[in-house]
């Protein structure tokens, strides 16, 4: 059985002057008129089974997590009580 774990969190400074805060890069419709975000979940559904896609995000985009996901049960969706922001290694 295959799990999937999606990071969708951040401050949307990487993708700049496209992204930002109130529309991060997760979001973003640069390729197909779809989301960044949607198109992960759109490539991994052939191998994984929406029960085992889980998403973690901020608590400011969990709104528009949801929405943009509807398929994926909320409960799936995790919310870090902070922002961690993962390192780029081997910068």
């Known amino acids: 059985m295959l799990y999937a774990l999606i990071m969708a ?3 949307g400074t990487r993708l700049y002057p496209l992204s930002r805060s109130n529309n991060p890069k ?3 419709k640069v390729i197909n008129n779809k ?3 949607r198109n992960t979940v759109d490539r991994i559904k052939p191998l994984v089974s929406k029960e085992n896609i889980y998403v973690v995000t ?3 985009y ?4 949801c929405s943009e ?5 909320e409960a799936n969706i995790f919310v ?3 922002n961690k922001e993962t390192p780029l290694l081997g910068i």
């Open 9 to 11: 969190g951040g401050k």
């Open 26 to 28: 997760q979001f973003l």
């Open 35 to 37: 989301s960044f975000l």
């Open 58 to 60: 901020n608590k400011d």
């Open 62 to 65: 969990y709104e528009s997590i």
């Open 69 to 73: 996901l509807p398929e994926i049960d």
């Open 80 to 82: 870090e009580p902070s």
